[in-house]
């Protein structure tokens, strides 16, 4: 029903930055409250960042304020992660989620979230 393809991973040294999208199929994106999550080897899948439909709230893990931002543009139904000052231990797999939930909240549980892509990796080096 809702398909989510993440791109833009990659490898880059500590203090860069990169820009993660995702795109979203179907016409109704605006619908959709989405978030990104990250899970490195060996460790749980950890809450990134979130957004409401429309874009007017977002919400941070302490670990990544103040260094990413999570944006959308609904009308190229893609969401955005830019990602400064990138540390070693923000290597991880990357994935963007969408929910279909009605109304206009952000979401940190993986549990809110209906659709997943199938992820980017991330690697920062020292």
């Known amino acids: 029903q809702v398909q989510l393809v993440e791109s833009g991973g990659g490898l880059v040294q500590a203090g860069g930055s990169l820009r993660l999208s995702c795109a979203a199929s179907g016409r109704t994106f605006s619908l959709y409250a989405m978030g990104w999550f990250r899970q490195a080897p060996g460790r749980e899948r950890e809450f990134v960042a979130a957004?409401?439909?429309?874009?007017?709230?977002?919400n941070y893990a302490d670990s990544v304020k103040a260094r990413f931002t999570i944006s959308r543009d609904n009308a190229k139904n893609t969401l955005y992660l830019d990602m400064n000052s990138l540390k070693p231990d923000d290597t991880a797999v990357y994935t963007c989620?969408?929910?279909?939930?009605?109304?206009?909240?952000?979401?940190?549980?993986?549990?809110?979230?209906?659709?997943w892509g199938q992820g980017t990796q991330v690697t920062v080096s020292s």
């Open positions: 989620a969408a929910s279909l939930a009605v109304g206009n909240s952000y979401f940190r549980r993986s549990s809110d979230y209906a659709y």
């Open positions: 957004i409401t439909r429309n874009g007017g709230a977002t």
